[in-house]
């Protein structure tokens, strides 16, 4: 199955827009939905302002940029989105609000068409069941930053078909990713392996072991990591990586999801990451 047309729910999100990014320089039309088409309009001229960033060091053309912008449609209803071959949701982690969303989708989009979750940990087969194709839902997980990490964990709910699984394996392939299958548990694979070492680093810096420069140091040069934990964790986003630990802390009741009170302190401030200029770093 080729895709022609996709959409992307959230498509000026943190998330989202990286999505949109990704699909549009495949040369996929997108349509990248928000609430209003003011907010989809700022989506869409910060990401003119990333990929321009791209052209200046030359490493794609102008061309090219205009390529993906022409690619990219605004869209603020559900209606617009009724002959796609893929939606991919990216909103905040509330599941009654994707369930929603899900059920208007079920709705309006055309029944061959996929039903994708952005995820990172909530079940795909209770999002699922606010459709009538659950066997068309599926998560397709990508990473931060979504242009420039290869890897989407497909996630299986309870009744997603194989077909489904095989069709979104070859929409990540068109948009030159690589695929790993995981079973739908809290966290799914990636976060199950990954939060214990993000909240060990902020337990390690919460209980004063280290420096939050040291203990990224730690990792970096002693782990071979790219990037240090607490780095990881201020580019995610402090509000959503909390989000993230909840979920799994609650799914599970593990300790080691435990969210720690420094991490909900920088939160409650408004101290978010990069995107805020501060969390465990600042950030100019």
Known sequence: MEFKK????????????????TIAQAGIQVLLFETNLEVAQKGKTKLDKVVQKLVDKGKVSAQDKQNMLDK???????????????V???????????????????????????????????SLTEIASATKRP?????????????????VELVMGLATSEETYQASAAFCEQIGKKVIK???????LVNYLQIPLLNGAVAAYEAG???AEDIDKACVLGMNHPIGPLALLDLIGLDTA????NVMYEGTGDMKFWPRTVHKRLVQAGHLGRKTGKGFFTYN
């Open 242 to 245: 909390l989000d993230v630990f």
């Open 135 to 151: 066997d068309k839902v599926i998560g397709l997980h990508f990473f931060n930053p979504v242009p420039v990490m290869k890897l």
């Open 209 to 211: 072991l280290s420096s």
């Open 88 to 122: 991919i949701e990216a909103v905040f982690e509330n599941i009654q609000l994707k369930k929603e969303i899900f059920k208007q989708l079920d709705e309006i989009v055309k029944p061959e068409a996929i039903l994708a979750s952005n995820t990172s940990a909530l």
């Open 182 to 188: 995981a079973k739908d548990t809290t966290g799914f």
């Open 72 to 86: 990219i449609i605004l869209c603020d209803n559900y209606q617009a989105m009724a002959d796609v071959d893929l």
């Open 6 to 21: 996709a959409a992307v729910i959230g498509g000026a999100g943190t998330m989202g827009s990286g999505i949109v990014q």
